[in-house]
């Protein structure tokens, strides 16, 4: 291994093997000899993993892996997507759901899980919605906007360009609606107009656009989208 590391220069990449080898020789070393003869490794690092095998094999923790605890895994993830994604299932809805799709489970296997992810029981479940299940349920008719810039070296220097583009989240499709070196209320009236048009718009199929508090959105612009049936939906101030 030394005359590795004086032949490459570089930093010696131990596996697991070769650290517990070092470790055993090491120990039965002792703390004087390890200080005398470990040029590529320090003692202190040989004794640190010691330590750390020891604490391997003698540690309490076990994972008893059954059939049932595997199958529990497996099951577990349909489980909290048929809670979150249908607010007004009780415990017997899905558990019916379940046992559909083969998987026979009782109830109180059911309100276990669910209250171990922090899912509340049903009907009080649909009056704490959250963003996160909002979005996830209403993915397939919801697009979110927003505007970057670019600088472009032009005849008259560097001018730049501004970029407003609307992306579906089901699809994760993105659109560039306009790319321009001025926008304002005027031109955003118009782009509104362009995203509700029934034949081509991008937002024809949708119901809800979100975007951020950024003065380009005027009200004009927002009156436009809601009169075309889309919600128009603004985060926080100071939301990323």
């Not at 996830?136 to 008719?141: E, L, P, T, Y």
Request: proline share 2%; hydrophobic share 40%.
């Amino acid at each position: 291994m030394k005359q590795q590391f004086e032949s490459t220069g570089k930093k010696l990449r131990l596996d697991n093997h070769q650290r517990r080898n070092l470790a055993k020789r090491g120990k039965a070393m002792g703390w004087a000899q390890l200080q005398k003869y470990a040029t590529l490794v320090r003692a202190e690092t040989i004794l640190g993993w010691h330590r750390k095998l020891i604490a391997l094999k003698y540690t309490g923790k076990r994972v008893v892996r059954t059939d049932r605890q595997e199958c529990m895994e497996v099951i577990r993830e349909p489980f909290v997507k048929l809670a979150e994604e249908n607010m007004g299932w009780g415990y017997g809805r899905i558990q019916g759901a379940l046992s559909n799709l083969g998987y026979k489970v009782s109830m109180t296997t059911v309100g276990n899980i669910l209250r171990a992810k922090g899912i509340i029981p049903s009907p009080e479940r649909g009056k704490q919605s959250n963003w996160k299940t909002f979005v996830r349920s209403q993915m397939d008719v919801m697009s979110v906007a927003d505007f970057f810039t670019v600088e472009v070296w032009t005849l008259r220097g560097l001018v730049r360009y501004y970029v407003f583009f609307v992306m579906n989240l089901a699809k994760r499709q993105v659109e560039i609606v306009h790319i321009g070196c001025q926008v304002n209320g005027a031109v955003m009236s118009q782009l509104a107009r362009n995203m509700t048009d029934s034949y081509d718009g991008c937002l024809k199929a949708a119901r809800f656009f979100v975007c951020d508090h950024d003065a380009l959105y005027t009200k004009e612009f927002r009156q436009i989208l809601t009169n075309a049936g889309v919600e128009v939906i603004q985060t926080r101030v100071g939301c990323p």
